[in-house]
């Protein structure tokens, strides 16, 4: 039995090699798997449902393959993909969940997020963040005829870029009481998520015991794949 967990991947089709690495990774081992997990940012940017360029329908096609085959895909949205819903899982089969979720993997009881909510100290993503997922302002874009939405979220990104470099490092990493909070508001022993792209294994000791926080890579340079057995878990990569 295994279970995939995978975020950041940030598909473009300005990046074919992410893409054709992603596409393997689908057919040859997530279709082998028992179920996956995609942790928000599987797109660079993903603008509406309704968005069926042949690029997006060539992922849409993955997922319903996977769901087709009998595995059973889940996904939570990222900051870059939070207008994903109901039609792409219509779409592919698979299941949307909230933005925080606990699950049993394998007996350990285990809180996923992408991971965005726990950069606390960014108060100005924060504050953007609260406002982008106002269900009436996503509900006023997605009337926007798709070309002007490109137009708005490509000047959105070219912000975002800008703030990033002047930004302090330590203010887009996770702020460790978050972390804390959410582990014993979950009551778990056990957090997966991505968002921050620095992969590794954490202790953190909470009012429940022990707790292990997996942080997954992005494929940026390399497809970063967290494996689960009923033996343990891996962090793993493939070369594009």
Not at 4 to 25: G, K, Q, V
Not at 31 to 45: I, K, N, P, R
Request: proline share 4%.
């Amino acid at each position: 039995m295994t279970t995939l967990f995978i975020a950041d991947l940030h598909l473009s089709i300005l990046r074919p090699d992410i893409t054709e690495c992603f596409l393997t990774f689908m057919r040859d081992e997530a279709s082998q798997a028992e179920a996956l997990y995609v942790l928000g940012d599987l797109f660079e940017f993903w603008i509406g449902d309704d968005d069926n360029s042949p690029f997006h329908s060539s992922i849409k096609e993955a997922f319903m393959a996977l769901t087709q085959a009998g595995v059973a895909c889940y996904f939570i949205q990222g900051n870059r993909d939070f207008l994903l819903g109901k039609r792409f899982c219509k779409d592919t089969g698979i299941t949307l969940l909230p933005e925080t979720a606990v699950i049993d993997l394998y007996g350990v009881p285990t809180v996923i997020l992408h991971g965005d909510t726990l950069c606390t100290m960014d108060e100005k993503y924060q504050e953007f963040r609260k406002t982008v997922h106002k269900p009436w302002l996503q509900a006023i874009f997605n009337r926007i005829p798709l070309f002007i939405r490109r137009k708005i979220v490509s000047h959105v990104q070219s912000k975002i870029r800008a703030q990033k470099q002047t930004k302090q490092m330590n203010i887009m990493d996770v702020t460790p009481q978050e972390v804390i909070t959410v582990l014993e508001n979950n009551h778990v022993i056990q957090m997966i998520h991505g968002h921050t792209h620095r992969p590794n294994i954490h202790q953190h000791s909470t009012m429940n015991g022990s707790a292990t926080r997996i942080v997954l890579g992005d494929w940026y340079t390399q497809g970063s794949i967290l494996v689960c057995t009923p033996n343990g878990n891996t962090l793993t990569t493939r070369e594009f």
